[in-house]
């Protein structure tokens, strides 16, 4: 397969890729380490006119911390997380992601930032970062915006991006020493898309608790306030707390109307809930 004729630009900086990426619109498609949108264009899924190829900007590879978050432009690499060559916040958080992402080929030239912007919701970073409570910088020629990743996200493979419009940077908030984390996926065979994901945040001292289903057919589900998974409150023996059944009933509610798959997400979200405990 072959796709279908294009222009190519590759901009020295970010200014020229933003007015590059304004003068087409629509009609232009944004390029880093091309694991999502090369197969899409050698299927001709899309057609752009136009191929911005932003790999080489210096200030879209930013990793450094600022207070109390990690700030990541959006072409560092899977692996640049997975081999520690950028700062941590997340207590070892993001570098298990990191790891566990498809192929080392694959996080070799995979960018935290394609990642977002393809918005897979089989895909580890919406998940991860969504329960991290991660915001993107969205910037344009025309300004700037910040938003959370469960915003950022709208549906399966549609994002909030504006034509126009990058992922400037990803702004992950430092996680406390108390907050425990766990994450979960179900994958076929070891390299696949997910077909269920669990992230969860969970801070017994403080009471708190943030959990994410992902790999569903629509953007990941949020639960910040899920109390009623552990019967009204979180304390240290959450995972002796929490009730599968409150969480089927839970994820019925939002949409997952299979009874199957729903019993999928219910084990993924107990085991990454274990794994928190752990």
């Known amino acids: 397969m072959k796709p279908a004729p294009f222009d190519y630009q590759r901009p020295h900086d970010l200014k020229e890729a933003l007015s590059l990426l304004g003068k087409a619109g629509h009609s232009s498609k944004i390029i880093a380490g091309g694991q999502s949108l090369g197969p899409m264009l050698n299927l001709r899924l899309v057609e752009p006119e136009l191929i911005v190829d932003i790999s080489a900007l210096a200030e879209l590879k930013v990793a450094e911390r600022r207070g109390d978050e990690l700030v990541l432009g959006a072409c560092i690499t899977h692996a640049d997380i997975e081999d520690g060559r950028v700062p941590d916040a997340t207590r070892g958080a993001m570098q298990q992601i990191a790891a566990n992402i498809a192929y080392r080929a694959v996080r070799n030239r995979g960018t935290l930032g394609g990642s977002l912007g393809h918005a897979d919701p089989a895909a580890d970073w919406i998940s991860a970062l969504a329960a991290l409570g991660a915001r993107v910088r969205l910037t344009s020629s025309t300004g700037t915006r910040l938003l959370d990743v469960e915003s950022f996200v709208v549906s399966a493979l549609e994002s909030a991006l ?6 400037e940077t990803i702004h992950v908030p430092a996680r406390p020493a108390s907050a425990q984390w766990g994450y979960f996926k179900s994958c076929r065979k070891t390299g696949e898309y997910a077909h269920a994901i669990a992230a969860v945040v969970i801070d017994p001292p403080a009471a708190t608790a943030r959990l994410v289903i992902g ?7 949020v639960i910040k306030n899920p109390l009623e998974l552990f019967g009204g409150r979180i304390t240290g023996d959450y995972k002796e707390r929490f009730d599968p059944q409150v969480a089927d009933t839970m994820l019925a509610k939002a949409g997952i109307a299979d009874a199957a798959q729903r019993h999928i997400h219910v084990n993924v979200l107990k085991r990454a809930i274990r794994g928190a405990a752990a």
């Not at 790999?215 to 589900?221: F, G, R």
């Open 162 to 167: 504006r034509p126009g419009e990058i992922i």
């Open 215 to 221: 790999a569903i057919e629509a953007a990941p589900i």
